[in-house]
T-cell receptor, first 117, second 116 residues
Framework: GAVVSQHPSRVICKSGTSVKIECRSL??????MFWYRQFPKQSLMLMAT?????????EQGVEKDKFLINHASLTLSTLTVTSAHPEDSSFYIC?????????????FGPGTRLTVT | AQSVAQPEDQVNVAEGNPLTVKCTYS??????LFWYVQYPNRGLQFLLK??????LVKGSYGFEAEFNKSQTSFHLKKPSALVSDSALYFC??????????????FGQGTTLQVKP
């Protein structure tokens, strides 16, 4: 089956620093990747949608200058949290959608736990 | 606007009993519906989906869901619950319409607790 990985799985950083999270589709090409944020015991909130080779589309209320998304290849998208603050602490999950008949499904990564101190 | 509702924050069942996790949706047109399960500190795992065809959809780990168009529901069911089924369950609908990128709209999640 389709596998999506995220790295790192857990990261702690100091306030004011930037953190990069990688999302990779391991055995398929992902034309579209999605980035979600999840607070404890809450639903997933879509932050942005990225298509390979083009700028990401951000959901309303998400600061694009703070959450930089790059989708440079068909297997890799990155989310960079710039000038992180404690309120950015959350669980970040990516998903990937490929091409072809299975393209209606999104395959989710295992998530990255970000803690900003 | 498209939306998904999971009316129960938590469902408690005894092991071996049948379980139901409820989901209702609101979309224009024919919906694409999904169920996902999430274990602590993990990403989401796909359970099943309804695109078209039979209203009863069978998925992973013995789960199934019934699409009911008149009631706009897509309840998740399992005939006999296991303790290992205890997790957080999300219902989702895929956004429709021109220019849509296929983003999913999630319900708020239901915690399933199966007790021995």
């Amino acid at each position: 089956g389709a596998v999506v990985s995220q790295h790192p799985s857990r990261v702690i950083c100091k306030s004011g620093t930037s953190v990069k999270i990688e999302c990779r589709s391991l055995d398929f090409q992902a034309t579209t990747m999605f980035w979600y944020r999840q607070f404890p015991k809450q639903s997933l909130m879509l932050m942005a949608t990225s298509n390979e080779g083009s700028k990401a589309t951000y959901e309303q209320g998400v600061e694009k200058d703070k959450f930089l998304i790059n989708h440079a290849s068909l297997t890799l998208s990155t989310l960079t949290v710039t000038s992180a603050h404690p309120e950015d602490s959350s669980f970040y999950i990516c998903s990937a959608r490929g091409t072809g008949t299975g393209s209606r499904e999104q395959y989710f990564g295992p998530g990255t736990r970000l803690t900003v101190t | 606007a498209q939306s998904v509702a999971q009316p129960e924050d938590q469902v408690n069942v005894a092991e071996g009993n049948p379980l139901t996790v409820k989901c209702t949706y609101s979309v224009s047109g024919n919906p694409y519906l999904f169920w996902y399960v999430q274990y602590p500190n993990r990403g989401l795992q796909f359970l099943l989906k309804y695109i078209t065809g039979d209203n009863l959809v069978k998925g992973s780990y013995g789960f199934e869901a019934e699409f009911n168009k008149s009631q706009t529901s897509f309840h998740l069911k399992k005939p006999s619950a296991l303790v290992s089924d205890s997790a957080l369950y999300f219902c989702a609908v895929r956004g429709l319409g021109s220019g849509n990128t296929g983003k999913l709209i999630f319900g708020q999640g239901t915690t399933l607790q199966v007790k021995p």
